[in-house]
């Protein structure tokens, strides 16, 4: 094992510290984002940036184990949109920052990973990559009802792999996670 | 208040972007080091850890909410210790960031808000050095238990301030927060 992460390329490292500080900060914002939509009356939404932010939580960790061989200070560069505001504004945010992640960083953090053959870097990048595909269409959907003046409607719940971060809404969980294989019983429900 | 807003100076939201990007970082550590704290037989310091967390939550909305009137895409430039390993590790990560923000961060972006006259920004970094403070003691305390094998004792209960994030262990919480004078009943017990 130490062998193994002695090979972590410094360029790769340096891409999974900034994945942990952006996949972080993605988690913060939700937070503030489902205490103002619960404000505002939208609970739906307030539970999707919930279990969204819960998403985000396994990316961050799973960035920041691949890491674990260190005991150094870093610093990392990552881009957040700013400026709270009311739920429709928050979901614009959310929506940008979910599809920089989708069209711009991941792929190309999972290509540098690949590239330098940091397989745990790879597998990490994809988890965030793909989930992060179905976080866009779900809070472009929601963005949707918002600017209507209604709720999103969920039937069930909003579930999420605890290993991937894969994000499903449905009564039950998918028998098996379509990004990382994990069992139904794994999901964590919203 | 957007006319107050739109003096705020260039260095100081800079100063705040990387502070939310450091708290989010901090709460985040601080949930990963829990979990492992809990499935190492200490669930008193996974407990002071799930604690601290909520904290740095709070810190990070504070900052995160100066910068309302924006809608933007920045970047943030901020410190995080990296090898998650075992409690003992993860305490000394862990006092070592919250050294670093009390005794370097903070009093330098406090300095600065102050210096530019950005009296939300003085005010958010302000409740958050005095946290830290005591946050950095806390996890102090923890690792002389645990480099004995030992849980740390909690009487009472690990409670949070949710304006200014206040960490106080106890029965009870103060009758008024120390560092914002929000009163009892708002104090978050875990
Ligand atoms: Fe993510
Ligand atoms: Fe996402
Ligand atoms: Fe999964
Ligand atoms: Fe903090
Ligand atoms: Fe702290
Ligand atoms: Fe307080």
């Given at each position: 094992?130490?062998?193994?992460?002695?090979?972590?390329?410094?360029?790769?490292?340096?891409?999974?510290?900034?994945?942990?500080?952006?996949?972080?900060?993605?988690h913060?914002?939700?937070?503030?984002?489902?205490?103002?939509?619960?404000?505002?009356?939208?609970?739906?939404?307030?539970?999707?940036?919930?279990?969204?932010?819960?998403?985000?939580?396994?990316?961050?960790?799973?960035?920041?184990?691949v890491?674990?061989?260190?005991?150094?200070?870093?610093?990392?560069?990552?881009?957040?949109?700013?400026?709270?505001?009311?739920?429709?504004?928050?979901?614009e945010?959310?929506?940008?920052?979910?599809?920089?992640?989708?069209?711009?960083?991941?792929?190309?953090?999972?290509?540098?990973?690949?590239y330098?053959?940091?397989?745990?870097?790879?597998?990490?990048?994809?988890?965030?990559?793909?989930?992060?595909?179905?976080?866009?269409?779900?809070?472009?959907?929601?963005?949707?009802?918002?600017?209507?003046?209604?709720?999103?409607?969920?039937k069930?719940?909003?579930?999420?792999?605890?290993?991937?971060?894969?994000t499903?809404?449905?009564?039950?969980?998918?028998?098996?996670?379509?990004?990382?294989?994990?069992?139904r019983?794994?999901?964590?429900?919203?």
């Amino acid at each position: 094992m130490v062998s193994e992460m002695s090979e972590l390329k410094a360029m790769t490292k340096q891409l999974l510290l900034n994945a942990f500080g952006g996949e972080s900060m993605a988690h913060m914002r939700y937070l503030v984002f489902a205490e103002i939509a619960e404000k505002e009356g939208f609970p739906n939404v307030a539970r999707l940036f919930k279990a969204i932010a819960f998403a985000e939580q396994v990316h961050a960790r799973n960035h920041y184990n691949v890491l674990r061989e260190y005991n150094t200070d870093e610093t990392v560069s990552a881009g957040t949109p700013i400026g709270p505001g009311s739920t429709s504004k928050n979901l614009e945010l959310a929506i940008r920052g979910e599809e920089f992640e989708v069209n711009e960083m991941y792929p190309v953090y999972l290509e540098a990973a690949r590239y330098q053959g940091v397989s745990e870097a790879e597998k990490s990048f994809r988890f965030a990559l793909e989930a992060e595909k179905i976080h866009a269409k779900l809070y472009r959907e929601a963005k949707e009802y918002v600017d209507q003046g209604r709720d999103m409607p969920i039937k069930g719940k909003v579930w999420i792999c605890p290993v991937c971060g894969h994000t499903y809404i449905g009564e039950e969980p998918p028998e098996r996670c379509p990004i990382c294989g994990a069992s139904r019983s794994m999901y964590r429900g919203f």
